[in-house]
């Protein structure tokens, strides 16, 4: 316990002696693990947007809320006998909101202005050949049928998602990388600080015997408890951005094309603690880099 003690009073001690460095190391985390993220959550809601796709659906034919019976019967009959096509699957409104319910389970008020009569049903279909030709030439015939409301190619909408959010991830990657650079030499330079300050201190422990380890450990929990502050900063940034946008998307019919981008739960909380952990081991490199370089003599 007088150890812990003793650790814990040291490490206060470094950080109230140099507020400023301490400030700009944590914020500096904070953004350069946001933008990990906000990297991951893209990541995620990429693939969350391409799930109608898996199992080699290439087009998608939604149906009016309000369709007929008759043109509903009819159009399955057509499709289900169009020599070009090689399987349907029907996606009934209530299956489309049990979907909705999962991706938005967490934002309640968002999921409580949608409703099963409000979204429509559809038809996933798989040609018989993945031709872009064939595939533009069946949705183009479908489209002009009576209850349909449109048709989505899983062709244009897979390379829309993937050439943005490529685009999108490189650019964060690269951010993140600078900014986790940043971090660590400021965190690297508030140690080598908080360590000249004290380095009579040192001197005189190291001469009544203190190990390396034992002088270093008060340091490196300094760069560590930076990290995990930024850490926690950043995760919440990322969570607050998270829910603006997907607020902002569900709302607006402009941008209708990212209304399936959600983030679960589930893959939020892996967010965070990667976002954590990251923001750990930038502050744990950059402080067992400054203590190791000065002790090291």
Same mark, same amino acid.
């Given at each position: ?20 460095? %301490?400030?700009?190391?944590? /914020? ?6 946001? @933008? ?58 209530? *299956?489309?909101?049990?979907?909705v319910s999962q991706q938005m389970a ?7 202005? !949608? ?9 996933? !279909?798989?040609?018989?050949? !993945?031709?872009? *030709? /064939?595939?533009?030439? @069946? ?7 009576? =209850? ?14 993937? %050439? ?7 650019? #964060?990657?690269?951010?993140? +990388? #600078? ?24 001197? !005189?422990?190291?001469?009544? =015997? ?19 502050? $930024?850490?926690? +900063? $950043? ?10 946008? *997907?607020? @902002?998307?569900?709302?607006?019919? +402009? ?13 939020? %909380?892996?967010? #965070?603690? #990667? %976002? ?22």
């Amino acid at each position: 316990m007088s150890r812990i003690r003793y650790f814990a009073r040291e490490t206060w001690t470094n950080i109230r002696r140099n507020l400023t460095l %301490t400030f700009a190391a944590i /914020l500096t985390v904070a953004v350069g693990v946001m @933008l990990v993220g906000m990297g991951l959550m893209a990541g995620y809601a990429s693939g969350n947007a391409l799930d109608r796709w898996e199992g080699g659906v290439q087009f998608e034919v939604f149906l009016n809320p309000q369709i007929d019976p008759s043109q509903l019967d009819a159009l399955g009959i057509e499709l289900q006998t169009h020599p070009e096509i090689d399987r349907i699957e029907f996606f009934s409104a209530e *299956e489309a909101y049990a979907l909705v319910s999962q991706q938005m389970a967490d934002q309640p008020e968002l999921l409580a202005q !949608v409703s099963p009569e409000a979204l429509p049903a559809s038809y996933r !279909v798989v040609p018989r050949s !993945v031709e872009a *030709e /064939l595939i533009e030439s @069946l949705a183009a015939q479908f489209r002009q049928r009576p =209850g349909v409301m449109s048709v989505q190619t899983g062709r244009e909408e897979v390379d829309a998602i993937r %050439t943005w959010f490529t685009s999108f991830q490189g650019i #964060v990657l690269l951010l993140s +990388i #600078v900014l986790s650079g940043a971090s660590v030499m400021l965190i690297f330079n508030s140690i080598r600080v908080a360590m000249f300050a004290r380095r009579r201190e040192i001197e !005189v422990m190291k001469l009544v =015997g203190a190990t390396n380890s034992f002088i270093r450990f008060p340091f490196m929990l300094e760069g560590m408890l930076h990290g995990l502050i $930024g850490g926690i +900063i $950043g995760a919440i940034a990322a969570g607050a951005l998270r829910g603006h946008v *997907e607020g @902002l998307f569900s709302r607006s019919d +402009i941008l209708a094309f990212f209304r399936s981008f959600v983030v679960t739960s589930d893959q939020f %909380t892996t967010v #965070v603690i #990667v %976002t954590v952990i990251a923001g750990v081991l930038v502050g744990m490199i950059g402080s067992a880099f400054a203590a190791s370089r000065f002790l090291d003599v």
